[in-house]
């Protein structure tokens, strides 16, 4: 079973940047699949970012151009990067990864940008 863990959560300031990191707890090389979710208060969760392992991104119109994802297979570690942070990049973030068909999801990570 791949456990997942978001880091890097917190207040972020309108117009700074925020790094949010997801560890796995087993080799991420040979998974085909990562991403970066997230869900504000009372709306759904989405999808933000996602990572092949041949380096294939994908982004939610809503951080295009604003946002990297980017994945350290050595040190078992996706990241996502979001600058120019708005009030509405508040959510609770989520990583997750797909492994041999299954799905794996990490805890989360409260992300409050404010003024």
């Known amino acids: 079973q791949v456990q997942l863990v978001e880091s890097g959560g917190g207040l972020a300031q309108v117009g700074g940047s925020l790094r949010l990191s997801c560890a796995a707890s087993?080799?991420?090389?040979?998974?085909?699949?990562m991403g970066w979710y997230r869900q504000a208060s009372g709306k759904q969760r989405e999808q933000v970012a996602t990572?092949?392992?041949?380096?294939?991104?994908n982004y939610a119109d809503s951080v295009k151009d604003r946002s990297t994802i980017s994945r350290d297979n050595a040190k078992n570690t996706m990241y996502l990067q979001i600058d120019n942070a708005q009030f509405e990049d508040t959510a609770v973030y989520y990583c997750s990864a797909i492994r041999g068909g299954a799905k794996y999801w990490g805890p989360g990570t409260q992300v409050t940008v404010s003024s």
């Open positions: 990572i092949t392992n041949n380096g294939g991104t």
């Open positions: 087993e080799s991420i090389s040979d998974m085909r699949w």
